[in-house]
């Protein structure tokens, strides 16, 4: 099952669990003795039987639900929450219908209304939980879980094939919108909690050394805040700790380190670069970023300007070690572009050069380029603008380029499982060809696929979110 992991320990549950262990047996008896002939020689094979046997317990799971949810749980009316007058039934058998993990549902309740005019609504939907309707909360979990992995219109397939639902991809669209909206407003919340001195429960002891990368990747919008279209930058934010091994001087191969991480915290931001800071601020603090057991800090980003310019202000803490590197994937990319606009037509020379000065610069560090950019030969104007612009970036990284330093030290150097994770986290799911997005829509999946690859989607759903989504003009009665 998709959300095998999501299930709350709760008292019902348990309840529910010891009375199906104990009835299961007779009940299932019963239910194949009344089998008939021609049913039991349909089932030859095992995926005959799987398939006949999943068509049975949807049809016994949407009676029992249907019938659990009619049943009458109030005792009283209840009373208008702005000005608590007795509500009055206007409707015994007011119909209701959603889609659940069995199919359909349908079945009748009590409607009410305020005699003052404060609203009306059926007191037995808010008992059940049911949220905005459309779909039990069960099934918006399991959409909203597979559509943060694939595109909304290829979840009715999967939806189909295991639970045997029928669902359009419009709907999976609106759910997974909804839920994800809410967990930017409560991500929100937590950074605004933050930003006036309400700190976050810290983090048990953990490794000497915080690893923060950044990055961003493109998202086509139709529609954002500012009203500006097309490709709009997803930033994203990766926070780990671990603990360096650092190598000898000595060692043969001056190889990146593969640390071992410990869990790692995601974050995806649309908003304005200072924004998007306070936000990874927010999980930095949750991976130990004011711990007294995390005396490094080291940074990874690639060469925006606005990374190196505003992180240290946001994320820097006096007392720590603060280590920025660029992002050696990234720094190779500004060598090859030099190298293309010096050879343009000679890919054999072109290569030999870039991957000799790669290497250098991996073993010997930035000191190494002044002397490489007064070696090439002579250029034309357009691969001397090139090359005058690519200098200006290793100029402006000067301090960040110390990569022999950093791998002696045990520091990754960026071509790791957290770097490339920075860059698929947001990536694979939203930068698809094709693919176009409402901003808030593009910022509502992220969230929940950043939450859900730190490993925090279990902890989101006890919040019981789609119950929490009803609107509160729906919610009068006390
Ligand atoms: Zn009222």
Redesign the pocket.
């Known amino acids: 099952m998709i959300i095998a992991d999501g299930q709350p320990e709760s008292k019902e549950n348990c309840t529910i669990a010891e009375w199906v262990q104990a009835e299961t047996a007779g009940i299932v008896e019963e239910i194949l003795q009344r089998l008939t002939p021609a049913v039991r020689q349909a089932m030859t094979t095992l995926e005959a039987i799987e398939t006949g046997t999943q068509a049975l317990t949807q049809s016994i799971g949407r009676h029992i639900t249907e019938s659990l949810m009619s049943a009458p749980v109030l005792d009283s009316l209840g009373?208008?929450?702005?000005?608590?007058?007795p509500l009055r039934s206007v409707d015994s058998h007011r119909a209701r219908g959603l889609i659940g993990i069995f199919g359909q549902y349908d079945w009748e309740r009590p409607y009410l209304v305020?005699?003052?005019?404060?609203?009306s609504e059926a007191p037995q939907d808010r008992v059940l939980q049911l949220g905005p309707g459309q779909v039990s909360p069960k099934l918006a979990a399991i959409l909203a879980r597979v559509a943060i992995d694939v595109p909304f219109d290829q979840v009715p397939d999967v939806v189909a094939q295991t639970l045997g639902v029928v669902i359009d991809g419009e709907m999976v669209r609106r759910v997974t919108e909804k839920i994800g909206s809410w967990a930017e407003s409560q991500e929100q919340t937590t950074i605004r909690d933050v930003q006036s001195g309400q700190a976050p429960v810290p983090p048990a002891p953990g490794p000497s050394t915080l690893l923060i990368a950044l990055d961003g990747a493109m998202v086509n919008t139709k529609r954002t805040r500012d009203g500006h279209r097309g490709w709009h930058e997803g930033k994203v934010g990766v926070c780990a700790r671990f603990e360096p091994i650092p190598r000898l001087l000595s060692a043969e191969k001056n190889e990146e380190a593969k640390p071992e991480y410990g869990p790692v915290e995601y974050c995806i931001g649309f908003e304005r670069q200072a924004d998007f800071l306070s936000r990874l601020y927010t999980h930095a603090l949750q991976t130990g970023l004011e711990d007294p057991s995390c005396c490094q800090l080291v940074l990874i980003g690639d060469g925006a300007h606005w990374i190196w310019e505003l992180s240290a202000k946001y994320l820097r803490v006096a007392g720590k070690t603060w280590v920025e590197i660029l992002d050696f994937y990234h720094a190779s990319q500004h060598i090859w572009a030099v190298a293309h606009a010096v050879w343009p037509d000679d890919a054999a020379i072109r290569t030999d050069w870039a991957e000799k000065l790669l290497h250098r610069l991996r073993h010997e560090g930035g000191a190494v380029l002044d002397a490489v950019w007064k070696a090439l030969p002579p250029l034309s104007a357009a691969a001397q603008d090139t090359v005058t612009g690519e200098q200006a970036y290793f100029a402006f990284h000067q301090d960040r380029l110390d990569y022999p330093r950093y791998l002696l030290a045990g520091f990754p150097i960026g071509s790791g499982i957290i770097e490339s994770a920075c860059k698929t986290v947001l990536k694979q799911r939203e930068s698809g060809s094709g693919m176009r997005w409402v901003e808030a829509g593009a910022q509502a999946v992220a969230t929940l696929r950043a939450l859900q690859r730190s490993g925090h989607w279990q902890a989101f759903w006890r919040k019981a979110p789609w119950a929490q989504l009803v609107p509160l003009s729906r919610r009068?009665a006390a």
């Not at 305020?114 to 609203?119: F, L």
């Open positions: 009373i208008c929450r702005e000005c608590a007058s305020c005699p003052q005019g404060h609203g009068i």
